[in-house]
């Protein structure tokens, strides 16, 4: 009998000529964690529990030592027979399943049974940290060719996206309305090419095209500066539980307890545009740690990509300064994107809701980000908003969450670094001094100044001093 593969997934799903599915029994047994063999079920004849119609018994050859051992059989098994043990088996996972099929009796058996198995196989993951060294399979090999890869690399989550590609979405911590929108659209729409987004976790742009490819339930990577341990920005702990629950993949080159440094966050955008295709950069001011990535990006020979802004817009200043220096394409749609990559040939997603201005008018998401708390609410903004009703609106959803409103923070500058911010404010120029009114050490002083600067907020002077940058 002569079968083929017709889905490859956590459990193989394979075909005979009949066009019966079936399942390799020893896959079965291992997956489900079954002590039972399928060759004693068999002789379970008391319980009529298998009979004949519900396995084929395939020879099959194997080679081990350079000796042929013939005459052995694989079993496979019907959808009807995996069905039946499932529900007679008081295996863990068994009862799992069972329990799904009562909650959802309009759903078939088989979605049932990948569903469970993934959503098992996903919350093992979820607390595996795995150590991946350059001389493993798994480490990816568009990491190995960029200037000083990484000896190794720790990884939490869906190790199979390593392998898979995907665009890195970049941009300041500090973003506009339009630089949010063209977020949510190029963002869903690189998900509809089946693109995986990569990005570094911080807060501003980077969070968002984490949340928005994850809304359009596409996967994504977040590269950070800390070791697994640790979680940077800690506010944003909400965001990487739901990057590992939904399939995701959070990725780090240091040891496990280390964190965060000045140092870290140019390191980690090498990685950040090493695991990708190309660079998306969203929106970005003059200057900032975006055009880092950018550089990475053309020391890796790879493409970068620029949303151009309106020349008003001081915050997508960057941008237009990439597109200008022709450092990055200009680009108005996806479609921009996709066509640099006829090699992929990348395909739109089937039933798949590709975004455009007019389509996300309709419904605007209002989101609200302070230090990765996310608040969304829908809105049908054809009714003419008033500036003060907006205003209204962000008070009222800061005031549920217990969090007073700070102009500055409006400004996005994120809560862990606006008491760095406000005591520059208030006449502390160098880092002793700032250390010494915020109570803080040093060296955390020094990090979070690095990251002021990255998001434009502040700028170093002569004798290492700093000062509050007018924004133009």
Not at 241 to 257: F, H
């Amino acid at each position: 009998m002569k079968l083929k593969i017709i889905d490859k997934q956590i459990l193989d799903i394979y075909e005979n000529e009949n066009k019966q599915k079936l399942f390799k029994a020893s896959d079965f047994q291992k997956i489900m964690e079954l002590r039972t063999r399928f060759s004693d079920f068999i002789r379970r004849k008391g319980i009529n529990l298998i009979e004949e119609k519900d396995y084929y018994k395939v020879k099959a050859e194997e080679s081990s030592n350079k000796k042929q051992f013939k005459n052995k059989f694989e079993y496979y098994i019907t959808q009807e027979t995996v069905q039946r043990i499932c529900f007679v088996s008081k295996n863990k996972i068994c009862q799992k399943i069972q329990e799904e099929a009562l909650k959802n009796k309009e759903k078939n058996f088989l979605e049932i049974l990948m569903t469970t198995l993934n959503k098992i196989k996903q919350e093992e993951r979820i607390e595996e940290i795995i150590e991946i060294n350059m001389n493993d399979e798994e480490y990816p090999e568009k990491l190995k060719q960029i200037k000083n890869p990484p000896k190794k690399i720790y990884i939490k989550g869906n190790v199979e996206l390593l392998k898979q590609n995907g665009i890195a979405v970049v941009g300041s911590r500090t973003t506009s309305n339009y630089g949010r929108k063209m977020c949510k659209i190029f963002v869903n729409n690189l998900v509809g090419y089946n693109l995986n987004i990569i990005s570094g976790l911080a807060t501003g742009m980077d969070s968002l095209a984490h949340r928005t490819c994850i809304e359009a339930q596409g996967k994504t990577i977040a590269v950070l500066p800390c070791g697994l341990k640790h979680i940077y920005p800690k506010s944003n702990e909400i965001l990487y539980n739901r990057i590992l629950e939904e399939g995701g993949l959070i990725v780090s080159e240091y040891e496990l307890n280390e964190k965060e440094s000045s140092d870290h966050f140019r390191e980690r955008n090498r990685i950040v545009a090493g695991l990708s295709i190309g660079t998306l950069v969203v929106e970005s001011h003059r200057k900032s740690g975006t055009s880092i990535t950018v550089r990475n990006t053309e020391e890796q020979n790879k493409k970068s990509f620029c949303i151009p802004s309106s020349l008003e817009n001081t915050k997508g200043a960057g941008n237009n300064e990439m597109i200008r220096d022709k450092r990055a394409k200009l680009v108005i749609t996806v479609e921009d994107i996709i066509e640099e990559y006829t090699e992929l040939k990348l395909k739109k997603r089937e039933d798949f809701e590709f975004l455009d201005i007019s389509n996300l008018k309709n419904k605007m998401k209002l989101t609200i980000e302070n230090e990765g708390i996310n608040i969304s609410k829908s809105m049908d903004i054809s009714k003419d908003l008033s500036k003060n009703k907006s205003k209204d609106i962000h008070k009222n959803i800061n005031k549920e969450i217990g969090e007073k409103i700070d102009e500055d923070i409006g400004k996005g500058i994120s809560k862990e670094n606006i008491e760095i911010y406000n005591a520059i404010i208030e006449g502390a120029e160098t880092i002793d001094e700032i250390a010494r009114k915020t109570n803080k050490d040093s060296k955390e002083v020094a990090c979070k100044l690095t990251i002021l600067e990255l998001e434009n907020a502040i700028e170093a002077l002569p004798g290492k001093r700093f000062k509050i940058k007018k924004q133009k």
